[in-house]
């Protein structure tokens, strides 16, 4: 299976910004009037399981019934389009990791608005992985050892903490690696282990041989908001009901995607370089049907206990409704 690009993030949100080159090639405003009088919005997304129930909306229509024409434009990280977001270029960033945005809200960098949840941490879709002759055979192994994550001070390094916390383990040192890099980073050594998500997790397992050493569905993370479609309150203002039909559209295509599994694997050859067959074995996230502020606090709480947040922040008025 190809390996493929990485989930969102962020450290320093103004050297990001202005750093960062704006890659939605031919993307103008992010929203408009299409040629056939649907609102014509741009959706940023991560070619990640997390964006399964984006494209089912697109595909069966539940985006044309609200009365929206919704162009994708792929990103490698979502971080890549907040500049547009911010300047109206796009209108959501959708499989938007919710530590990078939340940091970014609390640091006045966005004024976040979450439209819908995208995914929740389900068994095996990510996973600490070691090499198949590694001498790291437990958690507590891990201790000052090289961890390969997408972005550091992410969902990831995150959740790993936590994880190891309740275990009474030590914790890592982590190292930056874009998602398509962690397997030959970890088969040339560069890194003792990788935190990876789907489908690059069974990707590195099925190329390399590689071994899974924990579950990132373990407590006290089992559940957890990953990730969600995040818009900002001046798009929300300015199209309330665009935003309303947006959210409708990506609610009943998570239904889909939590009653039908099969759907979300018939979806992913559509957008990822997964094939068919290979999209039988991807271990999928749970599906929400509607964001729930008691998860998220669940999230905010782990951001506080690790110094990712200064301040505790109620996420229950930045749920467009």
Known sequence: MPLRRSRSGRTRFAAVIAAVALILVGCQNGSSSSDHGRQELTVAALPLTDSAALYLARDRGLFAKEGLDVRIRPVQQSIQALPALIKGQVSVIASANY????????????????????????????????????AIRTPADLA???????????????TLNAILDAKGAGRPVYRQILFPQMGPALERGQVDAVHAVEPFDSAIRGELGARVLLDGDSPPVQGLPASGYITTRDFVQKHPKAAAGFRRAIEAASKIAAQDPGAVRAELPKYTKVTADQAKAIHLPTYPATADPAQLRRLVRLMRDQGLLEKDLDPAPLLAR
């Open 144 to 158: 000052g050892k090289k961890v390969a994550v997408a972005v550091l001070n992410n969902i990831q390094s995150l």
């Open 99 to 134: 530590v990078t945005y939340l940091q970014a809200y609390e640091k006045g960098t966005l004024d976040l608005r979450i439209l819908a949840e995208g995914v929740r941490i389900a068994p095996h879709m990510m996973d600490v992985l070691v090499p198949k002759d590694s």
